[in-house]
């Protein structure tokens, strides 16, 4: 059984116990939260595609923690015109534990 879920304007692969990592939440680690967002449901037998969404399917989980990603250096360079930049990036996210399928 898996669903891909709509969070934060991007797209994820839900399992059963899987952990993910979405765009930060304002939640609290330890609570629950629901992606009622589903774009596609799929168990062993059948497939439903939403047009956008699926309808009274949802997708449970527990915020795990909040942390920030690995380091992305940056750098612009501008040939034969002495211009060079260097930046560094960490986005925030937030992890979530799946902890069950509704609907």
């Known amino acids: 059984?898996?669903?891909i879920v709509k969070v934060g304007g991007l797209q994820f692969?839900?399992?059963?116990n899987a952990i993910i990592r979405?765009?930060?939440m304002d939640e609290e680690v330890g609570r629950s939260v629901t992606f009622d967002q589903v774009l596609l449901w799929?168990?062993?037998q059948n497939t439903q595609?939403?047009?956008p969404f699926v309808t009274g399917k949802s997708v449970r989980g527990e915020v795990v923690r909040h942390s920030r990603s690995e380091?992305?250096?940056i750098f612009k360079k501008r040939r034969r015109?002495?211009?060079?930049r260097r930046g560094n990036h960490r986005q925030w996210f937030t992890?979530?534990?799946?902890?069950g399928f509704a609907g």
């Open 1 to 3: 059984m898996y669903a």
């Open 95 to 99: 992890e979530v534990r799946l902890t």
């Open 22 to 24: 979405v765009p930060l």
């Open 42 to 44: 799929s168990d062993d």
């Open 49 to 51: 595609v939403g047009a």
């Open 71 to 73: 380091k992305l250096r």
């Open 13 to 16: 692969k839900a399992t059963p």
């Open 81 to 84: 015109k002495n211009y060079r």
